[in-house]
């Protein structure tokens, strides 16, 4: 059987730790599985297949005999070294900002546009995990009209800010309760029992802060037209998934059983919308599973176009690692077993 | 000086500890002070004005020689227990939702509806706090233009499920971060760390749950019109205050610059609204305050006639015993000091 070198780029990173995982849970055909980061962590190892692994520093000539990057390093990081790993032969799914709006980059949720995959380059690109989360629910509700406007309030985890953000939120608990001040290093507001509008640069002008934008920009790629979102993005005390509350106006009108029908069917979704029990999407449950939770379906009484969700997807999974591995299981079987079972 | 004899009714629940507190804070003209509770609470002692109180059983007799009572001890007591206090010639400022929508009973935000306390017959209802919080803000804006409609999310905090919400939500916390499991009693779901819609009965026709249908519905009341709101309503890991995300259509362009002027001389009204600082609404900086925070003010660019705002307030204060206290301070300067001096 056919195999790949793959190098998993900012390994020791939440959603670098979540790669390995995936590769392993998913019998991802690895050859040589190559753990890259910051020359700080070289040296320490990974386990991987049941061997240790040592991490080896990312540099521009860690590439050669390498057939897929999955990287997930930081925006310029990424910028800096995803040159060096195309021209070395291997495919980039790249889960930073750096790349995601470059015309020639594909912008890739495997559910949406899969088709986006063959026009890459070397480099794919994966959506922010809001995006992703927002858009495995809402885009197969195009097949029932088009739509018209989305109004979307996130519920964000700790976890979108990385393995130290989600030790923060577990350290100010516990100095909260503790009765101690709580102490601050990654966030720039308190995250446990607090809440805060989204942790990333706020445009001057418009307000909007770079999550916001985009999950605006992301999905008019992705969808291949203009939608009208408008997002607020929120970060929560919560650990890894991510929810939101999406608003969607139609064209049309949408009967809530014609929703439920194409939930039903659509890949990614796993529809949890219990009125009795009160059971809907959370966090909590989403957490570790690769479907995206998706209820709290409900007409607009006022508006008989309009209908509600309520989402909550693992933004470690789903919304980052995973995603970028089901593009690379895509593009490879496009691709000839390369260097797989050569020794680097 | 004239001063009133006051009952609080659930006087050891969450709000009934916080009227306590304002009742102080704000010099209420207090005479005498009587603390109700249910029966397993009489006899306990609260501290008052630097005095100890005995509870006592609240009665159908309990309200002989009072001229207010501050009522929020659940709706089955509140309907029970409002009409001999009524008899009895005493006020109700009644925070439960026994009477909110009762058309004989005002439903009063006295930043919005001030003149619909002079038309009660012995009962004002306080509104759900989440139809406070949304209201205090969004009312002063029908000055620029008519309201088209409103699509909320609500972040809404452990208090509004009352004092032993809280210290699940702190008990849960504390056994998650030992790694131990998460005892539950109050709240259906795990409220540490996770969130959930929210824990009011959900109608299994339309899938709204209660304290959404409040929103709907209080908010016509408080306004004299018919507005279309469309509230979801979520639980989050947050102490004490409630945050809303609000977009705003309505039926004509309006400016930020015309809204900023408006709140920033809106009564109950705090703009907190740094992008340089990355610095909006939080709960934490709510919690204490008895002005609501308001921020994130931002235009919709694909709707011109639509802008959102980002709010904060505490659910224990402005969202409940701090607004009914304002409602009686304004009943009352209509009403000569009757029994005030009197021994009960």
């Not at 577990?170 to 720039?188: C, D, H, M, W």
């Not at 993005?233 to 939101?244: D, G, T």
């Amino acid at each position: 059987m056919s195999s790949w070198n793959v190098a998993v780029l900012g390994v020791t990173g939440a959603v670098g730790q979540e790669f390995l995982g995936l590769l392993e849970e998913r019998k991802f055909p690895v050859g040589v599985l190559k753990p890259l980061a910051s020359a700080k962590s070289a040296g320490s190892k990974i386990r991987f297949a049941g061997r240790e692994i040592a991490i080896e520093e990312a540099r521009e000539d860690s590439f050669q005999g390498i057939d897929l990057v999955l990287s997930s390093a930081g925006g310029s990081v990424s910028k800096k070294l995803a040159a060096h790993a195309v021209r070395a032969g291997a495919l980039v799914v790249d889960n930073t900002s750096a790349f995601r709006m470059d015309p020639e980059v594909p912008l890739v949720v495997p559910e949406i546009n899969p088709e986006d995959i063959a026009r890459h380059k070397g480099i794919i690109a994966n959506p922010n995990c809001s995006t992703i989360i927002m858009l495995v629910p809402v885009s197969p509700l195009r097949q029932l009209a088009k739509i018209r406007r989305i109004v979307v309030s996130t519920y964000q985890s700790a976890s979108g800010a990385g393995a130290k953000a989600m030790r923060e939120l577990e350290n100010q608990s516990r100095e909260i309760l503790e009765g101690k001040a709580p102490t601050r290093q990654v966030f720039p507001h308190q995250i446990a029992f607090n809440l805060f509008s989204h942790n990333s640069a706020v445009d001057p002008e418009t307000g909007f802060c770079e999550e916001e934008t985009k999950m605006i920009n992301e999905t008019a790629k992705i969808f291949h037209e203009p939608v009208s979102v408008f997002p607020t993005c929120v970060r929560v005390p919560v650990m890894r998934a991510h929810s939101e509350s999406i608003w969607v106006e139609f064209e049309q009108e949408v009967s809530l059983e014609a929703v439920r029908k194409v939930f039903e069917k659509a890949p990614g979704l796993k529809l949890l919308d219990d009125r009795q029990k009160n059971h809907f999407p959370m966090p909590i449950e989403a957490s570790g599973k690769d479907d995206i939770l998706v209820g709290r379906l409900r007409r607009d009484p006022s508006n008989p176009k309009a209908l509600s969700l309520f989402v909550s997807g693992d933004q470690l999974r789903k919304g980052a690692a995973l995603n970028a591995v089901q593009i690379a299981e895509i593009a490879l079987q496009k691709r000839p077993a390369a260097k797989g079972s050569s020794a680097l």
